[in-house]
């Protein structure tokens, strides 16, 4: 028998666990196994070739919001060149769906709810052997979870890049929106199994970031402390991203965290919103006070990436209320990732739609379109704002300038809402996204001129050195700013090897400690 795992990403740099796990129990089962491993950026005839090529007796998918539309046309079309072949379904999306789903979708003949590793390899074995199968199989919860492999060695595949671990499974909060809501328990790895999983990524030398999806890595809070003080060593060299309850952080955590190498751990922190009523709404336990102390002091170390999280559409939160959970937020953590509800199959929070005047579309993701508290304009204005943040603050291309003038502006979120009007009134741009680099650098010198409680000329040089360090064109003239003499220059770039200089710039800007400084272009530094 053969069988095909197929996985389809919403990018080239993501990949799929599931997968990887479930093809290295069917290689211990003696299945053979393919996995075609795709992005939703690639053309359609292309997949659909590398699938049928195949030729395989058993497809299993792995279905996602993102990816169920393109899955299910992919499943007909295989159906339909390979009629004997079976189409199995597997993954979140499809783990609350009823018999009455195969009359919509007839090419499809199971669907696996829940966890895959020990049964699919027991569907593939039941159909070899002829046997009567369920269209819903239901299966217990793989019961070796807990032992040691990171799948990667025993497919004999040599990741590399952004590589995926998991060593968790379940979260002690049931977050209304959440299909952590619906199941209970949790189930780890010890301590030793961790770190020894952990230690194997160490063969592959191309692998630059290992990212845990435990929805909790510190839910056991001397598991989380013992794993980062190991990771902290040499005998560690990646660098590793952890989801995490801030919560749940003590003095010590903080102290180890500190202590750290820098560029070691990237934690992620699901705020979701500041709102007390709102919290309570989606049955999230959160010490709104302790979680913004937890994102100062993360932040104030300067050796982490600290990423925030808040979704917008949530009970009670109106545009206003959800402002101040932007504000409180923005600034204290490097990231700030907004996003917006969706109200998956399953949830709580779909069911209690009604209750809380949720409109959301009928179709994947099913994302929020207005609630009792949000209008459809406001939820438009709130994706702009996104964008702008994602453009300025998150993209890492205006480091100097964001957070600084927001900030300096007064409120985060009147700011970027302000530059969303300001953006089509006197730019005609409504998608920031398509804005040319320079134009944006001119859009925000220009939109800062109409600010009170702003140093304009710091702004402007803010804006410069970002400009220098992250473009290769001629500084614009509106970045003009203070220059340093041609003797000067020539004193200052004594300080760097002759075989850089070409491509330096040294400029003086008052607002920074030690100035002037000289900009590597080519290599994108301030060399002070």
Known sequence: MKTVLFALNGSYSHTN??????????????IQTVIIEKSLKDTRLSVLESLVREAADVYGFSVYIWNVNEMMQFASEVHALLPKAKIVFGGPEVSFENESFFESHPYIDHIITGEGEEAFPALCKALADGKEIPKIIMPMPYADFSESGIYYDRIGERPHGLVYYESVRGCPFSCAYCLSSVTEG????????????????????GIRTVKLVDRTFNFNKERAKAIWRALSSDAYTKEYHFEVSAALLDAESFEILRNAPKGKFRLEIGVQSTNPDTVSAVDRRLDTEKTLNALKTLHEHHNLHLHADLIAGLPYEDFTRFGKSFDDIYGICDVLQLGFLKLLKGSKMRR???KYGIVYSPYPPYQVLKTNELSFSDITRLHAIDAMNDRFSNSGKFDHTFPYLPLASGSAFGFFDGLRD????KFSCTEIARLPQTEAFRLIFAYAQTLANVNIEEVRERLALDFLLGETRRLPDFLHTHTVSAEEKRDVLTRVPANIRAGCEVVRFPWLAETPVIVDRVGRRMIK
Do not use: N, P, S, W
């Open 17 to 30: 666990l599931a997968v990887r796990a479930i093809g290295a129990h069917l290689a211990d089962f003696g």
């Open 186 to 205: 949790i189930r780890a790895k010890t301590l030793e199994k961790t770190l020894d999983d952990l230690l194997r990524f160490e063969q592959f030398d």
């Open 352 to 354: 209690d739609a009604e």
């Open 422 to 425: 300001f953006a089509e009134e």
